[in-house]
């Protein structure tokens, strides 16, 4: 019995304000000569990342080889002055064509030119087995740029002397019935909490990369390997002067402890030049 006086009298409360709100709205049409709302074009930004040449950071323009062996790892070059893994344009100078690919250090002191070519990069690129070509290989950066986004703006527009604003057309109303919208408002559901935001990584380059290949089906059967090994790869298409590459990925991890055990697996699986990537 409580319960149902206490009901009644929330709903008796809620359908006073109720109409207490419709008796005090207001016309904008009441006053003539004012600003009318009107719809400007407005710009915000949005930022987007773009791969930028750095050749502040490395660049070598000297003879390339592929010795004509098959080699691991997909795209990529590798050369004695090299300090740190870097991702990388190389371009066949002969030919105009280039590939995107990654650079590593070489170990190995071989007679011959300094610059060693992977089989993938070697096919991209047009290269002969043991034959050197000029070869221009230059760093890449990642930069964020601000692109204007149009969206639309309220602004008040002042209106033009002896200008009126027409009539609105007549429009259908209904009586409400306040005790009902009440009780409503009152038996409606609560709203379901939003799920929570996915984790996000404590570490700054989550991902492993495996490798940088010209052809898909490669970068796919490295894929499904990782996967049967119980990781999670990524493949990300990129296309430069409509040359396509894919590259493959493996995470995101959420520490550096997981980010290590992620390479461990890799290169057991015969990728050791595998190296830590922000995406």
């Known amino acids: 019995m409580a319960r149902i006086l206490v009901k009644r009298t929330l709903v008796g409360i809620a359908a006073l304000s109720l109409v207490a709100g419709c008796m005090e709205g207001v016309n904008p049409l009441s006053k003539k000569g004012e600003g009318a709302a009107a719809i400007a074009s407005g710009q915000t930004s949005r930022r987007v990342e773009r791969d930028v040449e750095a050749p502040d950071v490395f660049q070598v323009s000297e003879k390339g080889l592929w010795d004509g062996r098959p080699s691991l790892g997909g795209v990529w070059v590798a050369h004695p ?3 740190e893994p870097e991702r990388v344009i190389i371009r066949n100078e002969s030919n105009g064509s280039f590939v995107i690919g990654a650079l590593f250090r070489r170990e190995r002191a071989n007679a011959g030119p300094r610059l060693e070519v992977s089989s993938d990069a070697a096919a991209a690129l047009g290269l002969l087995a043991g034959a050197p070509a000029d070869i221009t290989v230059t760093a890449l950066r990642r930069e964020e740029n601000a692109e204007p986004e149009a969206e639309a703006v309220i602004a008040d527009a002042p209106m033009a002397e002896g200008s009126e604003i027409a009539a609105p057309e007549a429009v259908e109303t209904a009586t409400l019935d306040p005790i009902a919208a009440a009780e409503a ?10 799920a929570p935001a996915p984790a996000k990584s404590d570490i700054s380059k989550p991902y492993v990369q495996l490798g940088i290949f010209s052809v898909q089906a490669n970068a796919d059967r490295t894929a499904d390997k990782m996967r049967k090994i119980g990781l999670t790869p990524e493949v990300h298409e990129s296309s430069i002067k409509g040359k396509t590459f894919w590259r493959v990925v493996v995470g995101p991890a959420m ?6 055990d992620i390479l461990a697996k890799v290169k057991a699986e015969g990728f050791a030049d595998a190296y830590s990537v922000t995406d």
């Open 81 to 83: 002055d090299v300090k």
């Open 185 to 194: 408002a009152i038996d409606a559901p609560a709203p379901v909490a939003a």
């Open 255 to 260: 520490t550096a402890a997981e980010r290590a």
